[in-house]
Each structure stands twice: as structure tokens, then as C-alpha cells.
């Protein structure tokens, strides 16, 4: 399994942007795919999951109401749809991939077989 993120870029604080990340692979692979980000000097931090087959979803709560998550089935895509952007928001963003469909500890890095390369949004106030 290969997961490409990218979409991201500098925006001002209020603004959106769009984050894709396109799988490659057995979909048996990628059942759930998590966005996680990482600001300098701070922890990888689980933003947003969703399940492949279900598509039930789950926000971290700095994100709750600003972001949303989807999914393309069929063009093995999934997007982030991030508006309101705050300054805290700046990171590097990743997408990860687990072929486990159990929506459980989905904040927790470890459990995600299969990562990007990360793809950095900057928000300026």
C-alpha cells in the first residue's frame, strides 16, 4: 500500500484548504485511513479517521465543526476538507492507513500499518 497526501499550502487564519490522499494497493489494506499532523516540537496528533467500508468518522475536538472527512471508494481517495483555519492549525499533515475496520484507539500512531509523506499547511494570522 502507497499513500500520497498532498493539498497543502499557506493560507490565512479563516481560510480552507483541501487535503487529498490517494491509496494505492489491495483496499483490504487501507479499511481505515486517519489524518494526523505535527507541528514543530510537538507529538504526531490524531485528527480525523474514517472507515473505508462504513464511512463513520471521527474528529479530534480542536477540529470539531471546522473539518470534515470523506471518502472517493472508487478512486481510492479521501479527502480533508479544513475551513476556519486557525494559526494552530499549522502542521505537517499525513495520512495513514490500517486494514483493521475497528474504530478503536484511532488517535494512536502505532496502530496504522501504512503512512505519506506528509504534506505541510501553514496558516497565517
Known amino acids: 500500500v502507497q499513500l500520497q497526501a498532498f493539498g497543502g499550502g499557506l493560507v490565512q487564519a479563516g481560510g480552507s484548504l483541501r487535503l487529498s490522499c490517494a491509496a494505492s494497493?489491495?483496499?483490504?489494506?487501507?479499511?481505515?485511513i486517519a489524518w494526523f499532523r505535527q507541528a514543530p516540537g510537538k507529538e504526531r496528533e490524531g485528527v480525523s479517521c474514517i472507515s473505508r467500508g462504513t464511512g463513520t468518522t471521527y474528529f479530534t475536538d480542536s477540529v470539531k465543526g471546522r473539518f470534515t472527512i470523506s471518502r472517493d471508494n472508487a478512486k481510492n481517495m479521501v479527502y480533508l476538507q479544513m475551513n476556519s483555519l486557525k494559526p494552530e492549525d499549522t502542521a505537517v499533515y499525513y495520512c495513514a492507513a490500517d486494514p483493521n475496520i475497528i474504530m478503536s484507539d484511532t488517535t494512536t500512531p502505532a496502530r496504522y500499518d501504512y503512512w505519506g509523506q506528509g504534506t505541510l499547511v501553514t496558516v497565517s494570522s
Open positions: 494497493g489491495s483496499c483490504l489494506d487501507y479499511q481505515l
